[in-house]
């Protein structure tokens, strides 16, 4: 790390004449965050005015190493310089999840790609990282792979040093490394080769001759990574041949690499060019010229998971996607979130508290979701009572989740129905004697009345407060409809009822049968898949326990 002078005022001259814009970018949506491109930038002049200002200011900037594309594959000490910085510059080639690590304030700066072409004005970036640290801001400068391996990350330094800004690297994980590694691809095996050369494979065009060393590529048995090098691949090839490689070397191009959107092609160096050309094999890639290509056949793990490539799209709530999207994404599928419910506190709690406040003549509490316990308990807390208020209180909890949601209550139900639904609830209170017996049942507003009503029938006293509310998100996410829209989903899951009628209801009946066609459906129980049918919808996955495990698996078994 190289550290600027602490006091003293000396003179630097950096380039400035930025004002603050807002843009739309690739990234997440941030109402709280700035957001600027560097075309944007390019009309303000970045790098053509300068100002002369002192050192000394608390200006920090970090150059993180983003990884090949899987979020996933971040540092741990980048993923935290993230979090601490005032200011997010990211490439085109960084995971825009990586964004969800940054402060709600933070301003974002996309560097990227804008309109399909690369902004390669690599001094705005320059200039733009020093005035940002100038302004006394720590900056993270957020790159796809590593910033020092065909990452420009030295120039940026550069720049750094003569401003006098200190500045810290944060190494990634380099794309050749990684999306050979997702490819089944060792690098180097004892008993195949024990070196290996990275090259770029787009040179600067400027240069009139190349400054690759194709002979000592070509001659030696290590294994070639080449970056960059699609457009060039003829080239390339030819090259290797005509410097003694083997037109029987086996190569395989890894595209989008670590990304559930990896693709991969394999051949040989005589041949790799042309099939390229004829599936239109396109950048982001690299090339991996040597023998260890022949062992992706034995050791594939990544792209021959049984959901690989598969578009999933998950309409839960935004707080509960995660769960069932990791589930779905080690397998393989590429999921999109697109919360159709959004889970906010009741319109009162004069009812919850009222129920609360007599407690101790319930005998029975019963749980139908893990909301339920959720916003139950959050209210108990809110009144200063914990679950010691329940007293002998017994407990039923509907479904494994929400029984394993009561655990960190000390809870553990003496009732977990069989069926997991309401009338599996029914069943279990009818082998009992109800009558006079005090039950309470917080629910969402909009739950059926099968428990209440049934309780009642058999002569107990119900309480039935609402604990929370579904409601309508106030929109959809731009990439779920986009990806509905292109086709590129290609099942929806739907984990109840209200998931089903709030989606009809944002995109009308119509556009959604329009965009649901020919995509699998899957309904996580009975009950949503009657919602589904209803609506016009053709249930292709339903499982027979109706817990996203079991979904997850009859969704697994459907693309069997």
């Not at 941030?30 to 200002?53: C, F, Y």
């Not at 309109?115 to 990282?129: D, F, K, M, P, S």
């Not at 016009?536 to 499982?543: C, N, Q, R, Y």
Request: neutral net charge; glycine residues 10%.
């Amino acid at each position: 790390m190289r550290g600027a002078p602490s006091n003293g005022l000396c003179p630097v001259t950096v380039c400035t004449g930025i004002n603050n814009g807002l843009m739309t970018s690739p990234g997440k949506n941030r109402s709280t965050a700035h957001q600027m491109s560097l075309p944007e930038m390019a009309g303000k002049n970045i790098g053509t005015s300068v100002k002369t200002m002192p050192v000394g200011t608390s200006g920090f900037v970090y150059l993180i190493g983003a990884g090949p594309g899987d979020p996933g594959l971040i540092t741990v000490k980048g993923r935290d310089c993230i979090a601490r910085a005032d200011v997010v510059m990211y490439d085109y080639l960084a995971n825009h999840r990586l964004l969800g690590h940054a402060r709600p304030d933070a301003e974002l700066i996309y560097s990227g790609k804008v309109g399909g072409a690369h902004n390669r004005e690599q001094r705005q970036i320059n200039g733009l990282l020093v005035q940002k640290a100038l302004e006394g801001k720590v900056v993270a400068r957020l790159k796809g792979g590593d910033p020092f391996v065909f990452g420009r990350g030295g120039e940026e330094c550069e720049a750094l040093v003569e401003a006098g800004i200190p500045f810290e690297i944060v190494p990634g994980v380099t794309a050749g490394i990684g999306a050979a590694a997702y490819a089944g691809i060792p690098l180097t095996h004892r008993h195949v080769t024990t070196s290996v050369a990275f090259v770029t494979g787009h040179e600067h065009p400027a240069k009139e001759t190349s400054e690759i060393d194709w002979e000592r590529l070509s001659l030696g048995s290590g294994t070639v990574v080449f970056y960059m090098g699609v457009k060039n691949l003829p080239q390339i090839t030819a090259n290797l041949i005509a410097h003694g490689r083997s037109p029987d070397t086996p190569v395989a191009l890894v595209r989008w690499g670590t990304h559930p959107e990896q693709e991969v092609l394999e051949g040989t160096l005589a041949g790799i060019a042309e099939q390229a050309r004829q599936v239109g094999f396109k950048a982001p890639a690299i090339t991996v010229v040597g023998e260890v290509v022949r062992l992706r056949e034995r050791l594939r793990w990544f792209d021959n998971r049984p959901l690989f490539g598969r578009g999933m799209l998950v309409t839960r709530a935004a707080d509960q996607a995660g769960e069932f999207g990791d589930l779905l994404q080690a397998l393989g599928a590429r999921v999109f979130e697109c919360p159709t419910i959004a889970i906010v506190p009741p319109e009162s709690w004069d009812e919850m508290d009222a129920a609360i406040a007599n407690l101790s003549a319930c005998g029975w509490i019963i749980f139908t979701s893990v909301n339920a316990v959720k916003h139950f308990f959050a209210r108990l807390a809110e009144l200063g009572k914990d679950s010691r208020a329940l007293g002998n209180c017994r407990v039923a909890a509907v479904g494994p989740k929400t029984a394993a949601s009561l655990l960190p209550h000390g809870i553990r139900p003496d009732l977990v129905p069989a069926d997991y639904k309401a009338e599996g609830v029914v069943a279990e209170f009818a082998k009992m004697e109800m009558s006079g017996v005090r039950v309470l049942f917080p629910r969402a507003d909009r739950a059926r009345e099968v428990i209440p009503s049934a309780l009642a029938q058999m002569r107990a006293e119900v309480l039935a407060p609402v604990a929370y509310r579904n409601v309508l998100p106030d929109k959809l996410p731009a990439d779920a409809i986009q990806a509905l829209e292109e086709r590129r989903i290609d099942c929806i899951t739907f984990t109840s009822s209200s998931t089903v009628d709030n989606l009809a209801k944002v995109l009308g009946v119509n556009r959604l049968l329009g965009l649901l066609e020919g995509v699998a459906v899957a309904a996580i129980g009975p009950i949503t898949a009657t919602t589904c049918r209803e609506l016009g919808l053709k249930v292709a996955i339903e499982p027979k326990e109706y817990t996203l495990a079991a979904m997850t698996a009859e969704i697994v078994q459907y693309y069997s």
